[in-house]
């Protein structure tokens, strides 16, 4: 049987080659269609869901039990582990293949198990177990230490010597298409001498990719990196919202707190792990050596194209305010879990690990709005006499994310969020 990665490989369902979903992705998402049923596992498809609980109760997988499909969680799939992971996608991609005749020719089947694309509602991937952001780009933290430290102590002492991260919050994680609503807060401009209490004034994004750990590890245990590789089920696109005014206030001493814990939105398909196998690369050189249990020998690191839109309510189409890739991030996925698990921490099936916000070395590469701004300083202009600084009531930001293969993409498709007032 080829692998289910082949460049080769074609669905008999057509798919288009800028479709984030060719037969070479199959992500996974939760999804509930006009049927009336209960929301249910399906994996993407060109303009299509498959839904695998039809398939299933059809007996059309030996080793996962329809009930595993029929959840509206992805988590009971994903604590079966990596291997019925991967047989899992091996399956599934036999039954899409343009020459297995097993589902393309029961028409029976396939009315029951196709469900188009846009006759659907896509639901919360996972339940978020706990959710860790960390700070893993070297020009993201570069650019925000020099704005609010100045360029000599741009970067922390210990940010070369380990993935930073705090604890954010799993009960605020929201699917795509979700509004979110501007955060209160303590503010303190500079120009203040006491603190006031009101609607944030500085609402930005964070342009991030999400691991979705689908594995548990021990408590007092620490990882290899060969171990947290392993726990990866795969990865959604991220948008750390943040109110840069809460945040400055208070974040010193001990970080982020109400700035980020309002919202935090993930697009709804789970590429997994395997699927971005064929871009695996080598992130950038590590200067001081890590220390030896976050060294890594494999490529850990993903070229990735990444894009946020910015539509503001009097546009019809959303304004590219910037073009990155997740393969310059200093510190991988993969040396994040092993860190997280370092000093004995349990990880759980369904947690989430923000990448930090993904700025690249160029200027119009920068992943939130802090940095294209450059704190509030320079305003980027969207259409004529439309102009931002920062968010403002009404306004969509939209994130894409592909990975290019020859002819095909492999895709996230997008995260979404409309803003809405402050109450
Ligand atoms: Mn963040």
Not at 161 to 183: C, L, Q
Not at 322 to 337: A, D, E, G, H, P
Not at 398 to 413: I, L, N
């Amino acid at each position: 049987m080829p692998h289910p990665n082949d460049p080769k490989l074609r669905s008999f369902i057509d798919v288009a080659p800028d479709s984030h979903f060719p037969i070479q992705n199959l992500p996974y998402g939760v999804f509930s269609a006009k049927d009336g049923l209960a929301p249910r596992i399906g994996v993407a498809i060109g303009d299509y869901v498959l839904d695998l609980w039809q398939l299933a109760q059809d007996c059309r997988f030996d080793v996962v039990e329809p009930a595993v499909f029929a959840a509206s969680q992805l988590n009971p799939f994903m604590a079966l582990g990596p291997k019925v992971w991967s047989s899992t996608r091996a399956r599934i991609s036999e039954l899409l293949r343009h020459d297995h005749p097993e589902l393309r020719d029961n028409e029976g089947l396939r009315k029951r198990a196709l469900v188009p694309m846009a006759d659907v509602k896509l639901h919360l991937p996972f339940a978020v177990s706990g959710y860790t952001d960390f700070y893993s780009s070297k020009e993201h933290a570069t650019n925000v230490g020099v704005m609010f430290r100045g360029k000599d102590n741009a970067l922390q002492p210990n940010w070369l010597h380990m993935p930073i991260g705090y604890n954010g919050r799993a009960s605020t994680v929201v699917v795509s298409g979700t509004p979110v609503r501007r955060p209160r807060g303590q503010l303190k401009p500079p120009t203040a001498d006491v603190p006031s209490f009101g609607p944030c004034k500085r609402f930005d994004f964070e342009l991030e990719m999400g691991v979705v750990v689908g594995q548990p590890s021990v408590m007092g245990e620490m990882l290899t990196e060969k171990q947290a590789e392993e726990m990866i089920f795969g990865f959604v696109i991220l948008n750390d919202w943040s109110a840069r005014d809460i945040q400055q206030w208070e974040y010193v001493p001990l970080g982020p707190f109400q700035a980020k814990v309002f919202a935090t939105s993930i697009s709804p398909w789970v590429v997994t792990r395997e699927a971005l196998e064929p871009f695996r690369l080598h992130g950038p050189a590590q200067d001081p050596k890590p220390l030896p249990y976050l060294q890594q020998v494999q490529p850990n690191n993903y070229d990735m194209a990444l894009e946020v839109g910015l539509r503001a309510a009097q546009m019809n189409a959303a304004k590219n305010i910037s073009r990155t890739n997740f393969k310059y991030m200093y510190w991988s996925s993969v040396q994040q879990l092993v860190h997280h698990a370092s000093s004995g921490c349990a990880m759980n099936v369904g947690d989430l690990l923000g990448s930090g916000t993904i700025s690249g070395p160029e200027k119009d590469q920068r992943g939130s709005l802090l940095e294209i701004s450059w704190n509030g300083t320079e305003p980027v202009e969207l259409a004529t006499g439309v102009k931002r600084t920062f968010l403002e009531d009404d306004d969509s930001l939209v994130m894409r994310g592909w990975c290019q293969g020859d002819g095909y993409r492999v895709g996230f498709g997008e995260v979404e969020g409309t803003i809405l007032a402050a109450e």
